[in-house]
């Protein structure tokens, strides 16, 4: 992007980004439009979509034929693959990564296996391999890095990861030496909020509370288009809401919390104790003990998001689950939720049950493109 310099060029250099936002939103759109949907004037829009036309990033796709008298629209549209982000993300043994252009889809994706156990060395081949995506992708606006556990985005600091095996851990220093592009640190949890709401086309005006469900169980709240992170960086940990008091001991070492009752290794633990070898996937196999258990899960998972709707009360719940493939399932976290939550409340929120897993290491690219939009250079 151009370099505007100081002064009244900043708000020139801000009205640019929202601009770029709006255009991103829209896909296509026209200068009146975004002069009004921005309360700019159409002066300034024409200078900024003349400026972005210069610089290649926006196109002009012709006039627009109206019926009333006057000049007629003409339609623009960024060039998303002028403008790339990075996202790579670490789990236990494996790093993903995804370059995405300005429309978060999806241009280059890799997965590799590797050892985890070790912070630094994880850390050196992290820093290489974002070394390499930036060599190769020269239009890249940044990389977001994201991590399972409690992270400090604004430090770039892992405080404690039981999945990793990991604590105390700096996320950032290693990175930052071999990479001067701007860097966005998250939980893979909370970049996959941004992804879900950016996906669903909600209202970022409003809340929205995203849970996914996979090795364990994380949860994070959108308000005002922005991830709400707390003041321990453990905001919208629903995976240890406890729903069973006298219920199996979690990881985080309390009694009954929903992970242990309803994240992957847990439903496939409870059917090889009903039948060793049994997927919830085979249902032909036994599809009443797959009901049944797949039936308990919902009713854990509908404790948990009553809570969620009672305290904050989200315009939106979006459920990424593995077991949103079953219509079972799916209809009983409904049911219970009716019950379980005051009829009011429960009519004014929206359940989405994605059908499609949602990709972290994409959310982490889509955070760096919201983080450059948001930038004040």
């Given at each position: 992007?151009?370099?505007?310099?100081?002064?009244?060029?900043?708000?020139r250099l801000?009205?640019?980004?929202?601009?770029m936002?709006?255009?991103?939103?829209l896909?296509?759109?026209?200068?009146?439009?975004?002069?009004?949907?921005l309360s700019l004037?159409?002066?300034?829009?024409?200078?900024?979509v003349?400026?972005?036309?210069?610089q290649?990033?926006v196109?002009?796709?012709?006039p627009v034929?109206?019926a009333?008298a006057g000049?007629?629209?003409?339609?623009?549209?960024?060039?998303p693959?002028?403008?790339k982000?990075a996202g790579v993300?670490?789990?236990?043994?494996v790093?993903?990564?995804?370059?995405?252009?300005?429309?978060s889809?999806?241009?280059v994706?890799q997965?590799?296996?590797?050892d985890t156990?070790?912070?630094?060395?994880?850390l050196?081949?992290?820093a290489?391999?974002?070394?390499?995506l930036?060599?190769?992708?020269?239009?890249?606006?940044?990389?977001?890095l994201?991590?399972?556990?409690i992270?400090?985005p604004?430090?770039g600091?892992?405080?404690?990861?039981?999945?990793?095996g990991w604590?105390?851990?700096?996320l950032?220093?290693?990175?930052?030496?071999?990479?001067?592009?701007?860097l966005?640190?998250?939980?893979?949890?909370?970049?996959?909020?941004?992804l879900a709401?950016?996906?669903l086309?909600?209202?970022?005006?409003?809340?929205?509370?995203?849970?996914?469900?996979?090795?364990?169980?994380?949860?994070a709240?959108?308000?005002?288009?922005?991830?709400?992170?707390?003041?321990?960086w453990?905001a919208?940990?629903?995976?240890h809401?406890?729903v069973?008091p006298?219920?199996p001991?979690?990881?985080c070492?309390?009694?009954?919390c929903v992970?242990?009752?309803?994240?992957?290794?847990?439903?496939?633990?409870q059917?090889?104790q009903?039948r060793?070898?049994l997927?919830w996937?085979?249902?032909?196999?036994?599809p009443k003990?797959?009901d049944?258990v797949?039936?308990?899960?919902?009713?854990?998972?509908?404790?948990a998001?009553?809570?969620i709707?009672l305290?904050?009360?989200?315009?939106t719940?979006?459920i990424d689950?593995?077991w949103?493939?079953?219509?079972?399932?799916?209809?009983t976290v409904?049911k219970?939720?009716?019950?379980?939550?005051?009829?009011?409340t429960?009519?004014?929120t929206?359940?989405?049950?994605?059908?499609?897993?949602?990709?972290?290491?994409?959310?982490?690219s889509?955070?760096?493109i919201?983080?450059?939009?948001?930038?004040?250079?």
């Amino acid at each position: 992007m151009k370099n505007l310099g100081k002064g009244p060029a900043l708000l020139r250099l801000n009205n640019q980004k929202r601009v770029m936002r709006q255009l991103r939103r829209l896909r296509v759109t026209s200068r009146q439009d975004l002069a009004r949907l921005l309360s700019l004037s159409k002066n300034t829009v024409s200078l900024i979509v003349d400026d972005l036309l210069e610089q290649k990033l926006v196109q002009e796709l012709g006039p627009v034929s109206v019926a009333a008298a006057g000049r007629p629209r003409i339609e623009i549209a960024l060039l998303p693959e002028t403008l790339k982000s990075a996202g790579v993300m670490v789990e236990r043994n494996v790093i993903y990564w995804r370059v995405c252009d300005y429309f978060s889809r999806v241009m280059v994706e890799q997965t590799r296996r590797i050892d985890t156990s070790n912070p630094s060395v994880l850390l050196e081949a992290v820093a290489t391999l974002c070394a390499q995506l930036v060599e190769k992708h020269p239009q890249l606006l940044g990389i977001g890095l994201g991590f399972p556990g409690i992270v400090d985005p604004q430090r770039g600091w892992m405080h404690l990861s039981t999945h990793l095996g990991w604590q105390d851990v700096d996320l950032l220093t290693a990175v930052r030496q071999r990479v001067k592009l701007p860097l966005r640190v998250m939980n893979n949890v909370k970049a996959s909020a941004l992804l879900a709401v950016q996906q669903l086309g909600l209202n970022t005006e409003s809340s929205h509370f995203y849970l996914r469900i996979a090795e364990g169980m994380g949860g994070a709240l959108v308000q005002q288009g922005e991830v709400v992170t707390g003041n321990s960086w453990t905001a919208g940990e629903a995976g240890h809401l406890s729903v069973q008091p006298d219920g199996p001991r979690c990881r985080c070492g309390r009694q009954g919390c929903v992970e242990i009752l309803v994240s992957k290794p847990a439903i496939e633990q409870q059917l090889a104790q009903r039948r060793p070898g049994l997927s919830w996937q085979t249902r032909d196999e036994a599809p009443k003990v797959v009901d049944e258990v797949m039936q308990q899960a919902a009713g854990f998972l509908a404790k948990a998001i009553a809570q969620i709707i009672l305290l904050l009360n989200p315009a939106t719940v979006i459920i990424d689950a593995p077991w949103n493939q079953h219509a079972l399932f799916c209809d009983t976290v409904r049911k219970r939720i009716d019950s379980g939550t005051p009829a009011f409340t429960f009519q004014n929120t929206t359940l989405h049950f994605l059908q499609t897993r949602l990709d972290p290491a994409v959310g982490l690219s889509l955070a760096v493109i919201e983080q450059f939009e948001q930038r004040q250079d």
